[in-house]
């Protein structure tokens, strides 16, 4: 369970509180803390944290005494060797935001208040880098840099939320005076040293926090849709606040961003960050892109199967990766056949598709041999996942794939690109909330922010429908449709909901997404409505009735509009026309003007 990187505030309280569920998965904690010298801790009047105890301004554990002789200058001229962070470039950022409300998705949810923290990017562009959670369904942005009382206004200039970051514009310029642009390093070695600055819990003052390096994997930055990612485990501890924060090696560079942590109910001392090459990444997006999200990231656009059981092997002629005992059963077999993954299936909207077939093996991805488990090289000593490689490539990038087919060795080539998710999973870069509704039946449109608040609100999906939740989409305007809920009235008496149902079949036609069912039941001329939802059960309602009783159920429930549907409907069309006095717009954000950025990055 990963838990909330910043932190909400109760208004009436005045005090932190946990984020709403409706936020979804957590995103980052705050990262321990050591400060860079023992007495720029003492001159801030704060204590430092390491590695499980706190130590005081003389070097010793809190609730210890210090050994005789060893007094506070000394104790200080023992750390004087923690290297200095530039701490003035880490900024705290304050957000207003309300979040839509997906399970009633014609209201908006409270308006709430969180914090995170930022660093300089770029001087010249005026841009700061953050987490992208942090400012997620903004309606204020306010940055507050060191040792400064006023809160600057700001607004998003790139974001993604695959990578969970974001850059922010600050255009006065006020602002930058005496701030210092920070640079990136690359990924940090186990048991690296890392320091991370940021603002977390406890307080409204800067926390400098020190950490080791403890892990180097892939993680699912999101959540259980989304692909995993390469991501840094560090041993400090991490708390709401922190998100968006750097992480800084001995050197005083950036080698990654504060993201996410495990709760302590789960385990101790556990704290992820965003490391360099996935923040290259995003930048040379930001490079490219001449829209707000940038562009989503590639994608493998295949399934496999590992290759770790001899006999399967055998079977499809490929090398054995150990000797059986007196018997030399590789000779006939190729040196390149040793590892490899099978591919199950190709999906039909990826880039993958003519290039890769079901049944061929595949032996190395730009010349990084796969192994058997699906790993490649990543230094010495550790290995990753092979998708790690495409997650770095942007939209027409080449990709070269050796493969073992037919049992011949052939090299095929293939272009990398972003596969759509049937379940969209961000709001505001691939989801918007839509609902249609007619006889009190509210529609909708699966998605993984509409996932999130199930639990909370006391519903749950089906298991056909969940079991949907990872399968690639099989057209381009494939959605999955379900209903929501049923609003209590008499035209729909005797129908209730225990799970959220998807919805299969419209009159006896299969549904291809949430705007081809509200248009086939405006236009229907049935005299029946007649829904097929999971197990083939029906929900059946006059047609007359349930449009006559529309009106009353709206304001009954207080639902402003009829629909709410982000798709293109085309002009004039009487399905438009029908819809015209029905549809609200998604909310669009007052965005700077943006312009081409260059960053400065090896």
């Keep these: 369970v990963l838990s909330s990187t910043h932190q909400f505030w109760d208004t009436k309280r005045k005090e932190p509180m946990s984020a709403p569920r409706e936020r979804g998965l957590s995103r980052a904690k705050s990262l321990g803390a050591m400060p860079a010298a023992a007495a720029l801790a003492q001159a801030a009047g704060a204590s430092a944290v390491g590695h499980g105890r706190t130590i005081s301004v003389d070097g010793t554990a809190a609730g210890e005494t210090a050994p005789a002789g060893m007094v506070g200058l000394e104790a200080i001229n023992q750390m004087s060797t923690m290297p200095v962070i530039p701490r003035a470039s880490v900024v705290k950022i304050f957000v207003v935001c309300s979040p839509p409300n997906y399970s009633m998705p014609w209201q908006q949810t409270e308006q709430l208040y969180a914090t995170g923290s930022g660093f300089v990017l770029s001087l010249q562009h005026r841009l700061i880098l953050t987490n992208a959670h942090v400012v997620y369904r903004n309606t204020q942005i306010r940055i507050r840099k060191l040792g400064s009382h006023i809160r600057f206004p700001a607004a998003i200039q790139s974001v993604g939320y695959e990578s969970d970051l974001a850059v922010l514009r600050v255009d006065d310029e006020s602002f930058w005076e005496g701030l210092q642009e920070l640079s990136f390093g690359d990924v940090p070695s186990l048991q690296e040293a890392v320091t991370v600055v940021g603002y977390p819990l406890g307080g409204d003052n800067i926390s400098v926090t020190r950490g080791v390096v403890s892990r180097i994997d892939l993680t699912q930055y999101l959540n259980r849709v989304a692909d995993r990612m390469l991501a840094i485990q560090i041993d400090a501890a991490i708390n709401p606040g922190n998100s968006g924060g750097p992480v800084f090696d001995d050197q005083g560079n950036v080698v990654g961003v504060a993201f996410s942590g495990i709760s302590a109910q789960q385990a101790e001392n556990i704290g992820y960050i965003i490391p360099f090459p996935i923040i290259r990444q995003f930048l040379h997006s930001v490079e490219r892109s001449t829209e707000r999200n940038v562009p989503k990231m590639c994608r493998l656009g295949f399934t496999f199967q590992t290759l770790e059981n001899p006999d399967f092997r055998r079977h499809l002629g490929l090398r054995l990766e150990m000797s059986t005992q007196g018997v030399d059963e590789n000779a006939n077999a190729s040196e390149e056949t040793l590892g490899g993954v099978l591919i199950k299936e190709v999906e039909e909207l990826g880039p993958c598709k003519g290039v890769l077939h079901p049944g061929d093996v595949l032996l190395s991805v730009d010349g990084n041999a796969v192994a058997s488990d699906a790993t490649i090289k990543f230094r010495k000593e550790e290995r990753i996942l092979f998708s790690h490689l495409i997650k770095l490539k942007h939209q027409g990038d080449p990709v070269e794939y050796r493969v073992f087919r037919d049992r011949q060795l052939i090299t095929v080539t293939g272009k990398a690109a972003p596969v759509p998710y049937l379940v969209p999973i961000a709001d505001e870069f691939d989801c918007n909330p839509q609902f249609y509704t007619v006889g009190g039946m509210v529609f909708g449109s699966l998605s993984q922010p509409l996932i999130d608040t199930f ?42 909901l225990g799970e959220v149902p998807q919805v299969l079949k419209f009159n006896g036609e299969s549904i291809r997404n949430l705007e081809h069912l509200a248009r086939m039941v405006e236009e229907t001329t049935s005299e029946w409505l007649e829904f097929t939802i999971d197990s083939n059960a029906r929900v059946v309602i006059r047609t007359e009735t349930a449009r006559a009783a529309d009106a009353e159920i709206m304001q009954q429930y207080g639902v402003s509009c009829k629909g709410k549907l982000g798709g293109v409907l085309g002009p004039g069309s009487d399905f438009a026309k029908k819809l015209e006095s029905m549809r609200l717009e998604p909310r669009t954000e007052k965005a700077p003007a943006r312009h081409r950025v260059v960053f400065n990055m090896q």
């Design 455 to 496: 639990g909370s609100n006391g519903k749950f999906m089906t298991l056909k429908l969940e079991n949907q939740v990872i399968d690639p989409k099989k057209h381009e305007d494939q959605e999955l449709v379900c209903l929501l809920t049923i609003l209590p009235h008499d035209c729909n008496f005797g129908y209730e």
